[in-house]
C-alpha cells in the first residue's frame, strides 16, 4: 500500500456471540463507527532542568463508538444484557367507542381491570362487564377509552441484575485509492467486544431515533484486542519494492536438490511477503550445472552457474556450486 489510498464511508457491522456461534447483529445502516486507542504513560524526568528521560505506557484501551441509524429491539437486548421473549402480557390501547341510546358501547378487546373513558374535563374510571361499557350518560356519544388487555407479544425486561456480555464484532468497510475505485476492503475484528451497556432512547417529534453500540474490547487468548485485515480487490496487486530469497548461495551433490523460498520486501512497516510461485519466473544461466524450476534447484552436473527469479520488475539471484 504505497499508493495514497482513502478510508471512506462507514463500515457495515457484525456481532456473533461465540458461545453458540450465532449472528445477533448485522448493521448495515450506520450513522458512524469509530475505532479508538487510548493509553496512560508516566513520564520520569530527571537531571539538569528536569529532562524527560523514559515514558512508561501501561493501561492500553481500545474502545469502538457505532451508531446505528435503523431501530431494532435487539439492540436494546444487548445493552441491557436481557432476552427478548415472546409471551402473553397485558398490553395498553385506546380506542373510541360509540354508545347507543342506552349509554353501551363495546370494546375491540376484552380488557383487563377498570377502563378509562376521556370526557372533556377529565377521565372516568369504569368497570367494564366483558367487553361492554355501560353509563346512560355516555348515550349516543363517541368517546376515546384507554385500557389493557391481553396480546401475544415481544417483551424485554429490563432486570437490575443483568449486564452486557462480550461478543465478536467485525467492522468491514472500504478504502479507495486516488482514482476513486474501490482497491482493499477493510475489515477489524474484536474477538472479546463488551458492550458498554448504556442506552438511551430519544423520542422527539420532529426526529428519528438512532441507537448506539458503543464498547471496548477485551484480550483474546493471545493477549491481542482486535484485527485489522485488508483484502485487494478490483484487480489491486500488493506491491514490494524488492526481493530476497531465504538463500544466497546453494553448494550442492549432483543430483541434490534445494527449495528456495522467496519474499517480497515492502518496508514502511510491512513484514515480508511470501511469493507467489505461481507469479515468478525461473531461470538459469547453465541449464547444464543447475536447473531452477518453480522454486527448487536441481544439481545436475559439477560446475558453478547463476539461477535467478524474477515478477518481470525485480530479480534475485543465486549463486550455484555443484561439486
Known amino acids: 500500500m504505497t499508493e ?19 449472528l445477533v447483529v448485522k448493521g448495515t445502516a450506520l450513522l458512524s463507527s469509530t475505532m479508538e486507542q487510548t493509553m496512560q504513560e508516566n513520564e520520569l524526568f530527571a537531571g539538569r532542568g528536569s529532562k524527560l528521560q523514559f515514558v512508561y505506557n501501561y493501561q492500553k484501551v481500545l474502545t469502538f463508538q457505532i451508531e446505528a441509524a435503523d431501530f431494532s429491539p435487539v439492540y436494546l437486548a ?33 380488557p383487563i381491570g377498570n377502563v378509562y373513558v376521556e370526557l372533556a374535563a377529565n377521565h372516568v374510571t369504569k368497570a367494564p362487564t366483558g367487553k361492554d361499557i355501560t353509563d346512560i350518560a355516555y348515550a349516543n356519544k363517541e368517546l376515546k377509552v384507554a385500557y389493557q388487555y391481553s396480546a401475544q407479544v415481544d417483551e424485554l425486561t429490563i432486570s437490575a441484575n443483568d ?48 441507537f448506539t453500540l458503543n464498547g471496548k474490547t477485551l484480550v483474546d487468548n493471545d493477549d ?39 519474499y517480497g520486501i515492502r518496508g514502511g512497516g510491512y513484514s515480508n511477503v511470501l511469493m507467489d510461485n505461481t507469479t515468478l519466473t525461473f531461470d538459469t544461466d547453465d541449464a547444464a550445472i543447475a536447473t531452477f524450476v518453480n522454486g527448487e ?23 550455484v556450486v555443484v561439486a
Open 78 to 110: 444487548l445493552q441491557t444484557g436481557s432476552e427478548i421473549k415472546n409471551k402473553m402480557s397485558s398490553y395498553f390501547t385506546e380506542e373510541k367507542v360509540k354508545f347507543d341510546a342506552s349509554g353501551k358501547g363495546s370494546l375491540s378487546q376484552t
Open 224 to 262: 491481542n484486542y482486535a484485527y485489522i485485515k485488508w483484502l485487494p480487490v478490483n484487480g489491486t496487486s500488493i506491491k514490494v519494492s524488492m526481493f530476497a530469497t531465504d538463500v544466497s548461495e546453494a553448494t550442492l551433490a549432483v543430483g541434490e536438490k534445494q527449495k528456495v523460498i522467496t
Open 4 to 22: 495514497k489510498l482513502f478510508a471512506v464511508s462507514v463500515a457495515d457491522a457484525l456481532l456473533i456471540d461465540t458461545s453458540n456461534d450465532t
Open 163 to 210: 449486564f452486557p456480555k462480550s461478543y465478536k464484532l467485525v467492522l468491514t468497510s472500504d478504502i479507495f485509492n486516488s482514482d476513486g475505485d474501490k482497491a482493499y476492503e477493510q475489515q477489524i475484528e474484536a474477538p472479546r467486544y463488551k458492550l458498554d451497556g448504556a442506552l438511551s432512547l430519544n423520542l422527539t417529534h420532529d426526529g428519528v431515533s438512532q
Open 297 to 319: 534447484i536441481t544439481a545436475v552436473a559439477v560446475g558453478e552457474t547463476n539461477v535467478k527469479v524474477s515478477d518481470g520488475t525485480y530479480t534475485d539471484v543465486i549463486e
